[in-house]
């Protein structure tokens, strides 16, 4: 839930300008605009006194002088403007919103020293502010005196640019990336009382309105495809499991479809096989991944994209009662294969089996990208700034690492191999859904691979990233929306024709 900013986009601006923003590259050379906001040149000695040169993401807050046109003025420094890219103009945006968030009125001068900013890193930078000003405050019922104008009045943003028409026609796709992310965001900070498998199945049949088609499966349809898996996760809970399709079909009519699979696990007590009590509560974002592929539906549809897209949700919650799953059952997924449960609190796998069964087996798409919240291991190999991955194809791996440098929604390539595959054969039937203490995020894809065929797959564990990530200058949220930016640039870059 972001603060609604109103944004324009103008080749010059006039008085009574409120706030502005002057963009300072390294070395402190202010841009041509730095005359209007200041036209007695004092701005200058100001930086001079403060030891302000231009560091990127660093900013400098000065009362604004006689006879300007504003009544503060901002510089934001860039670093070396020749280096940046668009992921730079994103975090500057972010690193605009906050400096001025308690303004309601901001005129951002888009240019540079000598630089003219591009129109796409000018929307970037828009994003950038957009996904900053993203707070979760749905069941705060006391408003904050925050001396400033509040969430609930407008906030105005102008870009003056030379670009400014072509920047405004770029806007259009960031805004709908903004909107998918701050849709993953908000599914994951939603508490699990409120957000159960029927309501998540629910925000994914609101994607109708934008053109997506959209079928739920309940459980006694999913009885009948043999997703033994998947209900044998749900069975613990009172509230029934769901699968949700999603097709939008914006691509050539013969084309193959691209698929992404989410894993919805709304909570998760870890079943019989119980979690322990510190930090439960934070398994209500076990449902990460489906909150990235619906974000990225919502994108895709949103702008259009000329790709054939499906994305499909695992909807269950994983509870311990009299007749939840227990350890040393066996169970048959969709596929056939048999799988002894020997934990309960490794149950995201059992979901996303007979999910990417179904995906492949019915739609035959190019490729197939799973997310899920999955592994704890996964954050002590990596930490928080890297989603783990693994997959069966090199060509989609790299394209996943290219998508991840473009928006910093990085991946790090795991090993998948035999050796490790055979950690997951069982005694008593075709595989058991843990393999033991070691290489446990491995093990985990090692399952996942069984369940594929021949279809290109990767599998994205975003445990490190989804939830609990670091603060940057886009996010402050608990919930980053982590896959949505960088499965979008997939997209665009490679399946849109």
């Not at 640019?161 to 796709?173: E, R, V």
């Not at 959209?214 to 997703?227: A, N, Q, R």
């Not at 449902?287 to 990225?296: I, R, T």
């Not at 608990?478 to 979008?488: K, Q």
């Amino acid at each position: 839930m972001s603060r609604k900013i109103n944004f324009t986009f103008s080749r010059s601006s006039t008085a009574n300008d409120g706030l502005i923003v002057l963009l300072c590259p390294k070395g402190g050379e202010l841009p041509e605009s730095a005359s209007i906001a200041d036209p007695e040149g004092v701005l200058k000695k100001a930086m001079q006194v403060a030891e302000f040169e231009g560091k990127k993401f660093s900013a400098l807050d000065v009362l604004a002088p006689q006879g300007s046109p504003a009544d503060r003025i901002v510089v934001v420094g860039i670093g070396d403007a020749a280096d940046l890219n668009g992921n730079d103009w994103l975090r500057i945006g972010g690193a605009i919103f906050g400096q001025v968030k308690k303004s309601r009125k901001v005129v951002v001068y888009a240019d540079a020293g000598a630089l003219e900013i591009p129109a796409d890193d000018i929307a970037n930078m828009a994003l950038g502010i957009m996904l900053r000003s993203y707070e979760f405050d749905a069941y705060k019922t006391k408003k904050k005196n925050n001396g400033g104008a509040g969430k609930d009045k407008d906030f105005a943003v102008k870009l003056v640019s030379g670009n400014a028409a072509t920047a405004k026609k770029s806007f259009a796709a960031a805004q709908a990336v903004a909107d998918g992310v701050m849709l993953a965001r908000d599914l994951v900070n939603e508490p699990a009382n409120i957000l159960g498998p029927v309501e998540f199945a629910k925000k994914a049949s609101a994607l109708e309105k934008l053109g997506v088609e959209v079928e739920i499966l309940t459980e006694k349809e999913m009885k009948k495809l043999g997703m033994r898996a998947l209900l044998g996760v749900a069975q613990g809970s009172v509230r029934p499991p769901r699968l949700a399709i999603m097709h939008w079909k914006g691509g050539k009519q013969k084309q193959k479809p691209i698929a992404f699979v989410g894993k919805g696990v709304v909570f998760d007590t870890g079943g019989i096989s119980l979690k322990p009590g510190a930090g439960m509560e934070d398994m209500k974002g076990d449902m990460g991944g489906a909150a990235a592929v619906l974000g990225l539906m919502h994108t895709l549809a949103a702008r259009k994209a000329k790709a054939n897209v499906v994305g499909i949700l695992g909807l269950v919650e994983n509870m311990p009662d009299g007749n939840a799953q227990r350890p040393g059952d066996i169970v048959t997924s969709m596929s056939g294969q048999t799988i002894e449960v020997i934990n309960t609190d490794a149950e995201g796998r059992l979901v996303l089996g007979d999910a990417l069964w179904y995906c492949q087996d019915r739609f035959d798409p190019q490729f197939m990208i799973n997310l899920a919240t999955l592994t704890g291991a996964v954050i002590v190999a990596l930490g928080h700034h890297h989603a783990g991955l693994f997959s069966n194809d090199d060509e989609l791996c790299e394209r996943l690492a290219e998508a991840g440098k473009v928006t910093g929604e990085h991946v790090w390539r795991m090993p998948l191999a035999p050796e490790y595959d055979k950690m997951i054969d069982s005694k008593f039937a075709d595989m058991k859904n843990v393999g033991g203490r070691w290489a446990g995020s491995i093990t985990a894809g090692q399952f996942l691979q069984r369940f594929v065929n021949d279809t290109p797959w990767a599998h994205l564990d975003i445990a490190g990233t989804a939830m609990g990530s670091p603060q940057t200058e886009i996010n402050r949220s608990w919930a980053s929306g982590f896959g949505v930016r960088l499965l979008d640039e997939l997209v665009r870059a490679h399946y849109e024709r």
